[in-house]
């Protein structure tokens, strides 16, 4: 059985107390993981102060050359990586090898780089023999929270940027996919990163992320998970005049029009709504359709979400694996109840029952990719996150009557439009209330651009330029001559 141990200090620390880690492909307990308590933390952000007094005196090139060579470690280790991040989360593992884990090491190279081209600000007021500059300084200790569904990738966006910047970091990953976090451990050691500059504490939400969000010394927290978590931190930070970017649910629209490349479409929002099993923020779980295209386009959708294999996410013909949690997989079945209470029809999908999945796996948390339709806009599966591999599709007759339905839900993270002409694209991107829009594509990110939501989708952008302010405290000199 693998035991985690937390990251304090450049050192591996027993835990006190455990709590059980499952695989979810199977339903088997792998892993011991500490529930770190209060003390812990402390022992944490002690560490982390005292590695600040020397990080922020590192220049930009040496923390940058660090962060090069954790990003070359990483991928000299890809296949264990990817292999990890599968039997942790239940994703296929040829999606972490090919996605997940070569974004972590470009998350790693991107912020590396992107802080050797910061600049600080000047400006001169000549009738006053005036020179006024500004200069970035790290925040100090820096408190990072992260979820379960893009592990590494999700820690590595927040934490590549705060070393980049020179502040210290005390971590926790989510307690049901924690390995891959443990495992970067190691690279941040070898890397020469150096002790106390990122410390990871193991645990649950309730003890160890509680310890974290109540510490008066974390003045600057980034949360990636959901909208109730993410009220919370802000509630218990606001006594701390604390800083906080909060990336949270969404319930993400892709708007079809009857002039688009139909095949495109069609793929594309098979693989938005389906990737990792619907377990992304961005995925795109309702999908409006015009309703002169409106048949067609299920017909068509549904013959290819038959096509996709559910099962062992270590088989590469492996299109959807396993949910994360026995829980989760509740949580995603309640919502077929809901929509057949609504009145809602199942075009394909609803359960397991239908899977025919080998003896060894058959424990495991899967769940068919399903299709609701007839749902009115203030169902359940039309208004909440549901996280899972679940979709519903709805007609529309016009361009106002579309973009009021996309906008009527609590969330605002992000939304794709489809159509072969730029003004629809360009007016109704323009409308829509979301942080990203994707037009005739989904997914593509750069991150120079900033990434996050609005409404209850969270607060604050993340991205080059966006984590570096987050992450840094501006100071403005004024200077005479
Ligand atoms: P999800 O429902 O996607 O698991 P959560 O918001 O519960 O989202 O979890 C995201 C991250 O927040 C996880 O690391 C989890 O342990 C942590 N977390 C959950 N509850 C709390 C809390 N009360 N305080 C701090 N962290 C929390």
Redesign the pocket.
Known sequence: MLVLQNFINGKFVDGKKFIDGFDPSNGKIYVQIPDSDNEEVEMAVNAAKSAFLGWKTFSSEARSKIMLKVADIIESRIDEFALAESKDQGKPVWLAKQVDIPRVVHNFRFFASAILHTLNHSTQQPEFDVLNYTVNMPCGVVGL?????LPLYLLSFKLAPAIACGCCVVA?????TSVTAWMLCNVLSEAGLPPGVVNIVF????L???A??THPEIKTLS????T???K??MEKSSSLMRKVSLELGGKNAAVIFPDVNIEKCLLTCVRSAFTNQGEVCLCTSRLFVHQDIYKMFCERYVSLIRELKVGNPCEVSTKIGALVSKEHLEKVKSYIKYAIEDGGTILCGETIDCLDLPEEIKEGYYFQPTVLVNLSDMSRCMQEEI?GPVVCISPFTTEEEVISRVNNVPYGLSACVWSQNASTLQRVSGKLDVGTVWCNCWMIRDLRMPFGGMKMSGLGREGQDHSFDFFMEKKTICMQF
Do not use: A, H, L, Q
């Open positions: 929270i992260t979820p379960w569904n926790k990953p989510s307690e049901m645990g649950t939400g309730k160890t992320g509680n974290i969000v949360f990636t998970g959901s109730v978590t993410g919370y931190i996280f």
